[in-house]
Structure formats: structure tokens, C-alpha cells
């Protein structure tokens, strides 16, 4: 549950003791790595002027060209113009035979030059950048060049696994885990997971903290997009107060009021979530948290048409305002409530009666509702009593997206718009909350100010020791106290004096930055094994997304996370944690690009179908199968051959799948694996990698590429042209058509012939990932796909076969995303022997994900690091 902050929470500033400026605290740490003193300072509803910051992931920096493109497919036999054998494939002979005449020390094509007189290899791990590079065209038979003479797959296999093998053997004798950032700011996910965890209060950051960026590696919790700024730490200093008086219970100077807008697009003609009741429909539940013992207001919009005439009130509609599912007011709005005969036709050429032409406008004026709430995390539930009538004669299809006259929205269902959330008026009391008790572990025994600093003292000592990830020093707790006297003594309470400690520790530099400090007397740029306390801090960053809890930070503390078994016992407790869902919500949905789900489109004369109630199911879809699959320990190659997946009666009904009912999930067992089957055959993602339009083989290939295949292709030139939406004048083409005149252009053969074809074997999915054997224009669907190593595959099926005939190279894939994410950083050529041995280790238990987990957990990547150079 994500609880909702009301725009007019308190922001009173407290007086505090003077302290140095908190850019100095900042700069201290940045600079010395030494720890400054610093000063005070889910859902489908959107927040109105909710912004969200996105920085798109550059796809320059790698180390493969758009050749290495052929990745996908290099799966089967590499054809042969040579009959080189792996028997007596010398490294040398066959770079000297196959690969000088284009890399030698004058042409340097691709910047790259394999002559004996540059680099060894004999001896690979002197020059592994080089060679790491070799080894990815290797694997993959992108070089030599489709029409040059190649050797066999035998020798491009033996070749490769030498100069693997000889990597591999100087990187376990010497460990480079390298270098991750001395300084890195907790994401807003981070930062709400450790408030959730340490408060009790599972709070939606997104409007207190500034935005995050996303790194080249597509994740937003690399260290090298979060600095931090003067601008910024004003944002968490004014957050900090927020939240620590949410959380401590004092109240608000004055009443707020905050409004929450329900999606355009959002069809109400059904039930909206399992926590409104059956026999509803429509409307919208709100997790929201209500500071104080009050009243509150909560007042309804309902949605207009583009003449600002609300919608559906030639008819009888019941509209509950729930909280916590329990009913607080009923409203009825609509014709029949007010005793009146609906209008024969109400257009704007021919308006209707003026008292209602005044009630289409105002009939949703007087519905709030004042009503008393008790402190901490409630939902409010809006929804409409589900009419089981039908109306008589033809129902027209639904025609979303386009302008409707009057009469013909008129009989319609009503729907929620917006829903506000007003107060607290005449507060009683700061209420017994989660938060409260979670803070509040004890009170003070007397109002002597003894009795009070001590009880301060064990709550603000156990606080910071969770948020700093970190054992207490004295000087920490004397500084907290400090504050708490501050804050007693102006705010005239032991709670408020709690308050301003708790926000001092949300704002110090341990709280907010996850600090590595260098021990004391190592070799510039030498390897050292991190602090027990620092693996506890990554540990539970790479799992849960939030600080450590207490068991893990005992187990640091005492020093047992040196012991393998040990170590190994808390990956697994930490996994069976609901927290690991971090995995899958921040992990996955970004690995996977799904967080830009919310972009999705359709045009709605090719896709009348098109609606938020459908994304938000594809949504729900992969998440759920995506968690299954962790929570069963699955091999993560079941991710593209599952024959189960989840769904509910909207998104059955879209892809053809008889007798599901309802609006809840449920797990089904695909009736036709030759349409479904995995992730290539979820609606999120074909319809993310498609235009509002039709199809795109050109996104699908390369989200295959990047996402599956870990080798993403360049971006394309600057003066690209666009491709024609329907063809040359007015014959419609289809887009496999378009896109090989396209290619024609010199500029664009190259990558378009290692992009397209994973795309061509999707083509019979439409934009929204509906099957079809037509185009939007009536042309057959043709799904082959020759791919560049000349082998063809036919359709979905048939690529999903050949990428399971190389399990290895998906988790692959999925361990170096996995281990980029662990690390907070990309990954360069000295983490490839890293990868290899992890991978190698899961195939003996089916590359299952506890044992991708495990081996990151285990690598010298993660539980070492290399000092700061000189």
C-alpha cells in the first residue's frame, strides 16, 4: 500500500541549536569520506501536478559493435566456408587466418587491431579488454562478416572457451572486483523502502524528493547519477520534517486538502480492485494516511464529456464512499433520483430542459461527505453500486477516443473523475498508529527530565542504528539528543522532541548516502574485502531495496558474514522475505523497460480495444508471473518457455482464452503454446515495443536484443529517415515490406539485418499483443525470419526454440543485469570472468534464480572493492 502525503501537511519550521551548514556536512563526506555534522533545515490515481523526472538511457559504451547484433541466432550451426577444426584451432592461426587481414596494426577496423605484434594470444589476460571484445563476436559468430571466409562452429567454440579459460584463471588468482562509487544518494525506491521500514510508513516519496536519472545500465540506482546538490539536500530537509511528523503524530498547523484525478482512459463499467466490495463498479480506492484523530473531508467529481456535461445521468446511479470497506455515505445522483423524464435528445443544436441543462453541469456539487477518521493508513474506497440491468435494443461498440454528442453518452454508466481528501478538522488526538508504535518503544516514566532524555536516548540510539546500517557511537546519540532537548523545549512535548531528532537522522549523511570508506593503510588501488556491516548495507540494498533489519545487522555486527554458510543462510531467509519483491518491482521493471508502460498508446481506430484498464492488466500480468517465478525458484530460462500465466476476464477475453470471469487474476495453463508462451508472448511487452499505430519489428528486435540477449545495438545514425506509416502513395504496404526498402539505404542494412528478424517472428502480434493472421491494412501476416547466421525461424515458436537452445546466454544476460544492479554501477571487461563463473556454477541447479543470486552474492565483485588510486 502506498499512502498518499496531502499537499497542506505542516512544513513549521522548529527552532534548532546552530550547527555547521549542511553543504559542509555533504562536502565533508564527499571529500574526506568521513562523517560532518549537519543542520536542520500505487495505484491507479495520479496525484494532480504529480511531475516524474525521466532521463533516458543512452545505448552508447559498448563493447559490441552492430555486428554482434547476430547474437540472436547464432545459436544453431555457424555456416562454414572453411574446414578449420577445433582440433587443431590455435588461437593465433585462426586470428592470423580469419580476422588480421581486417584488424592489424594499420587498418585497425573498428578500432581494433588482433596482430601478433599488438596483442597476445598466448597470453589473453594481458590485453582482456581486447580479448573480452573477441570473445563477444566469437560467441555470438558476428565476425568475421557474412561473406568472408569463417571457420567452423567447432573452432569458433574452442577458440572462444581458450581464451575464456585463460582470462578466467589470472581473474580467480588476482581479483579485480573494481571500483564502486564512494558516495551514493539512496534512490526515491530506496528512500521510501527505508522510511516504510524504519517508521512504519509506507509513504509515497514522489512529490517531497527530487527526481531520479537512469544510467546507461537502464537502472536508476547507479552511483553515478545519484549526486546530491544544495538544491536537492533543501528537498530532504523539507522531507524529513514531513515525514517525521506523519509519523510521530503532530498535527498539521492547518487543514490540507489534496485531490486525486482517475485516469481519462480508465473504463468504470467493472470492479476496480479487491478491496471495493462485490457487486460494485467503477470508481477508485485510495490508500491514504490520515495523520491525526479528526474529521476529514472527502469530496467527488465525476466525469464530463467534452462539452463539460457529466456523463451518465439519464439514469439512477448509487455512489459509496467507503473507508477501510466499511460504507460511510451512499449518494445517489442521476434522472430517475430527482423524479424528472429523461431528455428525447440533448445536443448542441437541440438542447434540453434548462433545469437539466443546469443539472448535467452541477449534479455532482454537494457530494462530500465530513466524516470522523481514526490516525494511520486507511483506504477510501469510491465505487458505484453495480446495476445488473441491461438496457433494450442494439448496443453500439464502445468508441473510445472519440468526440460523443449527448444523447449518446447520456444512458451511459457514470464515473468517478477525481475524488479530494480534506483535514483534519477538530483534531482529538495523535491516534495509535503503526508508525507511533514502531517509534514509540518506550515512554517516559515520570515528566522528569531525566526519565524523558533516557527514554530519548533508547529510541533515537535504535532508530539511527538501522538508518545508519552502522553500530551507535556516543557522539551520534549525544548529537540526536541534542535535537530531541531542542525540539522538547519549542514544541513543549516529549513527541515533538522526537520528532526533530528523527528528522535530524533522515537527514544526516549516513542516512542518505551509502558510504564506503577505505580501511586505513591500503595500497592505493588495491583490492580489499568490504566490512561485514558494508555486505549487510549491499545485501540488503540488492535484495530488499531498504537498510538492513536487525537480524542481518547482528549477524554484521558479530562479524558472521565472513562465514560462507552464514552468509548463504541469510540470502535465503532474506529471498523468502515479501520485501525481496524489491526484485520484481525495481529490478525487473526496469531490466525488463516496463516502467515506461505508462507511455503506451493506441490509437483507437486500429485498436478500439485500447484502454488504461488493459495496460494496467499486462501490467499485473508480468509482475505476477514474474514473482511467481522468484517465489518458486524458478530457472530463469522458464521465463521464455512458461506455459502458465495470469490473467483476469479483461485481459482473457483479449487474448482469446476461454472461461475466466471476473476482475481478479488467476493462473491458467496457456490452451495454445504455438500464440503464447513466456515473456515474448506478454501483452506489456509487445504492446510497449509498438507505435500508438501498428507494429514495429524494429523496437521488438532491439528490446529482444538488449533485454534477452544482454547485446543492445547502436543507435542509429542522425539522419535517418523515418519509415512510411502506410507505403509508397496510396498502396498500403505492409511494414515487413517498408522496412526491406529501408534497408536498401547502405546506412541501415547493416544493423537492420541483425535487428528485424526477432522482430518479423513476432509480427503476428498486433500492437496491443492481440494474435491475427492480417495486418491493419488486410495483408497476410508473414512471421518468418531469416536470421543472419541464415537459418529461419517461423514465428514466435519458432524463435523461442532457438533461444532455448542456448540457455547459457540468457542467464547470461540476466546475471549481468542482476550483478550491475547488486553493484550500483556498469559493468566493465574485468567483470566478464565474474559472470562466466556464476553462470557455470547455476547450470549444475538449472540456472535457477537462488543460484544467480547466490553465486553475486559470493563473487569477489560484491564483497570486495578496489581503493581509490592515487
Not at 246 to 252: D, I, K
Request: glycine share 8%; hydrophobic share 40%.
Amino acid at each position: 500500500m502506498v499512502i498518499l502525503v496531502p499537499q497542506g501537511a505542516d512544513t513549521q519550521v522548529l527552532p534548532v541549536p546552530p550547527v555547521p551548514s549542511t553543504m559542509q556536512a555533504f562536502n565533508a563526506v564527499v571529500s574526506t569520506g568521513r562523517k560532518g555534522p549537519l543542520t536542520e533545515g500505487a495505484s491507479m490515481v495520479r496525484r494532480r501536478d504529480e511531475s516524474r523526472r525521466r532521463v533516458a538511457g543512452q545505448t552508447g559504451g559498448r563493447l559490441l559493435t552492430a555486428a554482434v547484433c547476430a547474437v540472436v541466432l547464432a545459436g544453431a550451426a555457424v555456416g562454414t566456408a572453411a574446414a578449420q577444426t577445433a582440433a587443431d584451432a590455435s588461437p593465433r592461426a585462426v586470428f592470423d587466418r580469419y580476422c588480421v587481414t581486417c584488424h592489424n596494426d594499420r587498418l585497425q577496423t573498428g578500432g581494433l587491431t588482433l596482430a601478433a605484434t599488438s596483442v597476445d594470444a598466448d597470453d589473453p589476460s594481458r590485453h582482456a579488454d581486447v580479448w573480452e571484445r573477441v570473445i563477444g563476436k566469437l560467441r555470438t559468430g558476428a565476425m568475421p562478416p557474412p561473406g568472408n571466409a569463417r571457420p567452423d562452429a567447432a573452432t569458433y567454440d574452442a577458440v572462444a572457451s581458450r581464451l575464456e579459460a585463460a582470462i578466467d584463471r589470472a581473474a580467480a588468482a588476482n581479483p579485480d572486483p573494481g571500483r564502486t562509487s564512494t558516495v551514493h544518494r539512496l534512490n526515491r525506491t530506496e528512500y521510501r523502502n527505508a522510511i516504510r521500514d524504519l517508521l512504519a510508513l509506507d509513504l509515497d516519496v514522489t512529490p517531497l524528493l527530487p527526481g531520479d536519472e537512469t544510467s546507461d545500465t537502464g537502472f536508476d540506482n547507479n552511483a553515478d547519477v545519484l549526486s546530491i546538490s544544495t538544491a536537492q539536500l533543501e528537498r530532504y530537509l523539507s522531507a524529513a520534517r514531513t515525514i517525521t511528523r506523519l509519523a510521530t503524530g503532530l498535527p498539521p498547523a492547518s487543514p490540507g486538502f489534496e485531490t486525486f484525478d482517475v485516469p481519462l482512459l480508465l473504463l468504470q463499467d467493472e470492479r476496480q480492485d479487491e478491496s471495493l466490495p462485490l457487486g460494485s463498479r467503477g470508481g477508485v480506492a485510495i490508500p491514504h494516511y490520515f495523520p491525526v484523530d479528526g474529521e476529514y473531508l472527502i469530496k467527488l467529481e465525476l466525469r464530463t464529456n467534452w462539452q463539460d456535461y457529466i456523463l451518465g445521468m439519464g439514469s439512477e446511479h448509487q455512489l459509496d464512499v467507503r473507508i477501510d470497506g466499511e460504507l460511510v455515505k451512499r449518494f445517489t445522483v442521476g434522472g430517475e433520483a430527482r423524479g424528472q423524464p429523461a431528455p428525447v435528445t440533448f445536443t448542441i443544436a437541440e438542447p434540453g430542459d434548462p433545469e437539466w441543462e443546469a443539472y448535467l453541469q452541477t449534479a455532482d456539487e454537494n457530494l462530500e461527505v465530513r466524516v470522523p477518521v481514526a490516525a494511520g493508513p486507511r483506504v477510501v474506497g469510491i465505487s458505484f453500486v453495480r446495476n445488473v440491468r441491461e438496457p433494450e435494443g442494439i448496443l453500439k461498440p464502445r468508441q473510445a477516443g472519440e468526440l460523443l454528442s449527448n444523447d449518446e453518452v447520456y444512458h451511459g454508466n457514470a464515473a468517478v473523475s477525481a475524488v479530494g481528501i480534506g483535514g483534519p478538522y477538530d483534531v482529538t488526538g495523535p491516534g495509535d498508529t503503526p508508525s507511533r508504535r514502531a517509534i514509540f518503544s518506550c515512554r517516559p516514566e515520570t515528566a522528569d527530565a531525566a526519565d524523558e532524555r533516557a527514554c530519548a536516548a533508547e529510541i533515537v540510539s535504535r532508530l539511527a542504528r538501522r538508518a545508519y546500517r552502522r553500530p551507535v557511537t556516543a557522539e551520534d546519540v549525544d548529537t540526536l539528543l541534542g535535537f530531541y532537548e531542542s525540539g522538547r523545549e519549542s514544541g513543549g512535548s516529549f513527541d515533538a522532541g522526537i520528532q526533530l531528532a528523527l528528522e535530524r537522522v533522515l537527514v544526516d549523511p549516513d542516512f542518505l548516502l551509502r558510504i564506503t570508506r577505505d580501511p586505513e593503510g591500503t595500497a592505493p588501488g588495491a583490492p580489499y574485502r568490504l566490512s561485514d556491516v558494508e555486505i549487510a548495507s549491499r545485501l540488503s540494498f540488492f535484495l530488499w531495496g531498504t537498510v538492513p533489519d536487525d537480524a542481518l545487522l547482528d549477524a554484521a555486527e558479530a562479524g558472521r558474514l565472513t562465514e560462507p554458510a552464514v552468509l548463504e543462510a541469510q540470502v535465503r531467509r532474506m529471498l523468502a522475505d515479501p520485501r525481496a519483491d524489491s526484485l520484481i518491482d525495481d529490478f525487473a521493471m526496469q531490466w525488463l523497460h516496463l516502467r515506461n508502460l505508462e507511455d503506451v498508446k493506441g490509437d483507437p481506430v486500429p485498436y478500439p480495444d485500447f484502454d488504461d484498464n488493459l495496460v494496467e492488466a499486462f501490467r499485473h500480468e508480468t509482475t505476477l508471473l514474474l514473482t511467481s517465478m522468484l517465489r518458486d525458484d524458478r530457472s530463469v530460462v522458464d521465463l521464455l518457455d512458461a506455459d502458465y500465466t495470469f490473467v483476469n476476464e479483461r485481459l482473457a477475453r483479449h487474448y482469446g482464452i476461454p472461461g475466466v470471469y471476473g476482475s481478479r487474476f488467476r493462473r491458467v495453463t496457456l490452451p495454445d503454446r504455438q500464440e503464447r508462451g513466456g515473456l515474448l508472448g506478454q501483452g506489456s511487452l509487445l504492446a510497449l515495443t509498438s507505435y500508438p499505430t501498428r507494429t514495429s519489428p524494429v523496437l521488438r528486435g532491439k528490446w529482444l536484443l538488449d533485454t534477452i540477449l544482454g547485446a543492445p545495438p547502436p543507435s542509429p545514425p542522425a539522419d535517418v529517415p523515418a519509415l512510411p506509416e502506410r507505403g509508397e502513395g496510396s498502396r498500403t504496404t505492409s511494414v515487413r515490406e517498408r522496412l526491406e526498402r529501408h534497408r536498401q539505404a547502405p546506412a541501415c542494412a547493416t544493423c537492420h539485418a541483425s535487428i528485424d528478424p526477432p522482430g518479423f517472428a513476432l509480427e503476428q502480434f498486433d500492437g496491443l499483443g492481440a494474435w491475427r493472421t492480417r495486418d491493419e491494412f488486410g495483408n497476410v501476416i508473414d512471421a518468418t525470419a531469416t536470421m543472419p547466421n541464415g537459418r529461419t525461424v517461423e514465428g514466435m515458436a519458432g524463435l523461442r526454440a532457438l533461444l532455448l537452445e542456448r540457455p547459457e546466454q540468457f542467464a547470461g544476460t540476466v546475471t549481468e543485469k542482476l550483478l550491475s544492479y547488486a553493484l550500483g554501477r556498469g559493468l566493465e571487461h574485468t567483470d566478464k570472468p565474474t559472470v562466466r563463473a556464476i553462470v557455470r556454477d547455476a547450470a549444475t541447479d538449472d540456472y535457477r534464480w537462488s543460484a544467480l543470486i547466490a553465486g553475486i552474492v559470493k563473487s569477489p565483485a560484491f564483497l570486495m572493492r578496489n581503493a581509490a588510486a592515487e
